[in-house]
Nanobody
Framework: QVQLVESGGGLAQAGASLRLSCIAS????????TAWFRQTPEKEREFVAA????????RYADSVKGRFTISKDYDKNTLFLEMNSLKPDDTAVYYC???????????????????????WGQGTRVTVSS
């Protein structure tokens, strides 16, 4: 069973930066984390950013484009989310996710749909004050 553990959340003022990390353990071969989602009590879990497992293609939600950067270090089984120019609307619990697929094409593109992901971390809370 793949386990994902997020860290790096906390309290930040508007305009500040935070860096989230997601470390994978267990049978991570072909199951590395590749996406970040976030959720608030008022909203369903929403896509934030994803990176392709093969290569470095990325996709971002319009709300974070230009402010957030997703990156990976698979030598360390780690996924990152650099968050700059934070806004109060970024307040949420952030989750990293990993998928498993028998289709090689799924590893070549960033997957942006939550239902495609099989493994989820416990989340790290980000609170941005105005």
């Amino acid at each position: 069973q793949v386990q994902l553990v997020e860290s790096g959340g906390g309290l930040a003022q508007a305009g500040a930066s935070l860096r989230l990390s997601c470390i994978a353990s267990g049978p991570t071969a072909n199951n590395y984390p590749t996406a970040w989602f976030r959720q608030t009590p008022e909203k369903e879990r929403e896509f934030v950013a994803a990176v392709s497992w093969v290569g470095d293609s990325t996709r971002y939600a319009d709300s974070v484009k230009g402010r957030f950067t997703i990156s990976k270090d698979y030598d360390k089984n780690t996924l990152f989310l650099e968050m700059n120019s934070l806004k109060p609307d970024d307040t949420a619990v952030y989750y990293c996710a990993a998928f498993s697929s028998g289709n090689y094409d799924d590893y070549r593109v960033p997957l942006v749909v939550a239902s495609r992901y099989k493994y989820w971390g416990q989340g790290t809370r980000v609170t941005v004050s105005s």
